[in-house]
């Protein structure tokens, strides 16, 4: 079951997304979550190298700048990130402002600025599902992960720029 947090991360989610060790979390994925003109909710998969806390009340999103989703955050202005892992599973909902339609470290991807307006958590019913818990979070092989690590680095760096 989901439970309202606030406006704010905690501080382990912070620590997770504040782009400063990216090392441990280079094979992990967020998923974005947007909604398309017809209604429909609308899924895509960004690294850590891609999101980037500002502070507790703000997120930096790198997304293709040509994309569904990107689309869909200029038309509603309204983003939600999943960040699930072991024992962690966190939604943040969020008001997405694009900063820029072309970053000058990564020109395809758009930068958006998104204001936290609420960060849920999922927890276990332990009345019935003891000792249940999330093993993992969504992860992804990459052949060129040193190469993308290292522009990723770049890519977090400009978001937290501005």
């Not at 441990?24 to 999101?51: F, M, N, Q, R």
């Not at 569904?68 to 892992?85: E, F, P, W």
Request: one cysteine or more.
């Amino acid at each position: 079951m989901s439970r309202l947090l606030g406006s704010q991360l905690p501080s382990d989610v912070l620590q997770r997304l504040n782009g400063r060790d990216l090392d441990p979390l280079a094979s992990k994925v967020i998923p974005l979550l947007t909604v398309d003109e017809s209604g429909w909710p609308h899924v895509a998969l960004l690294s850590y190298c891609e999101v980037a806390a500002r502070d507790a009340r703000h997120l930096r999103l790198a997304a293709y700048g040509a994309s569904a989703t990107s689309a869909n955050m200029r038309r509603s202005g309204k983003a939600t990130l999943v960040v699930v892992d072991e024992r962690l599973a966190c939604y943040i909902k969020a008001t997405a402002t694009e900063i820029t339609p072309k970053m000058r470290t990564a020109d395809w991807n758009a930068a958006f600025d998104c204001r936290i307006e609420q960060v849920l958590v999922d927890e276990v019913d332990e009345t019935r599902e003891a000792g249940a818990y999330v093993s993992s979070g969504i992860t992804y092989v990459n052949p060129r992960r040193a190469a993308d690590l290292e522009r990723g680095r770049r890519v977090v760096a400009e978001l937290l720029e501005r």
